[in-house]
């Protein structure tokens, strides 16, 4: 059955909009996984508008299922990711205008170094994804590069009805296949919610989804416990 990440930033935005030292992430953290999540989802991102570097280090301590660190593809956020040893890295872009991950990363932009980062990072023991729009040519050169997995970007999907939203569904499917077929894992997130979750969850080939902002407003409702379960149900994980 797909695993479950969920991811928390959000937590520590509404305790950054305040600045203050409430709600906490790293109990976020502890929270979700004892609602059954097989993975915490983190982005520490260059602006530090969420996650700060010290809840990514006592949330490494706490966490016991495993970390995912979402990440720009950096020389500052390879060291912090070697002493903070997650359990799998996200390469992802950044804006800093941008309220949200606005897509997969280009790799046909991306430095030369990219290589040398995930072959770094591979031989740690992290495993190395990348976030990449679901595009045949983005996933050739990711399994050049030897990423270990692919995460799908889904927003198109997610924000989509009727036939557009179909054919974005096929969109992913296919790169799905491709993924596996080129020996990479496939994860898939962005835009995932309870009202459309099902069909991507359904893909054979995709065996991780990362979840956030749905769960965490869900959450503000009904409890971090309850978001959780309730989405790990639609996953026929209960």
């Keep these: 059955m797909v695993r479950l990440g969920v991811n928390i930033d959000h937590v520590a935005t509404i305790r950054e909009a305040r600045k203050t030292v409430e709600p906490d992430p790293v109990a976020a953290a502890a929270a979700v996984e004892m609602a059954g999540a097989d993975q915490v989802t983190i982005h520490l991102r ?51 205008e941008e309220v949200t991950t606005e897509g997969g990363l280009d790799l046909k932009l991306v430095p030369s170094s990219v290589s040398e980062l995930v072959s770094t990072l591979g031989g740690a023991g992290i495993k190395v994804c990348v976030f990449l729009d679901p595009d045949l040519d983005q996933i050739r050169r990711a399994a050049h590069l030897r990423f270990h997995a692919v995460e799908i970007h889904t927003g198109r999907y997610a924000n989509a009805a009727g036939p557009v939203q179909q054919e974005e569904l096929k969109k992913i499917k296919d790169v799905a296949v491709a993924i596996r077929h080129m020996g990479m894992a496939a994860h898939a997130g962005h835009g995932l919610n309870y009202h459309n979750v099902g069909a991507v969850a359904n893909v054979p080939e995709i065996e991780e989804l990362n979840i956030g902002h749905a769960i965490i407003s869900r959450a503000v409702f009904v409890g971090l416990d309850r978001a959780v379960r309730d989405m790990l149900a639609l996953l026929g994980r209960l």
């Design 46 to 96: 260059e602006d530090r508008r969420h996650i700060q570097n010290r809840d990514a280090r006592l949330i490494r301590e706490v966490v016991r299922t495993a970390l995912n660190l979402e990440m720009a593809a950096t020389h500052e956020m390879q060291e912090i990711a070697l002493a903070l040893h997650p359990d799998a890295v996200t390469l992802v872009p950044e804006k800093r």
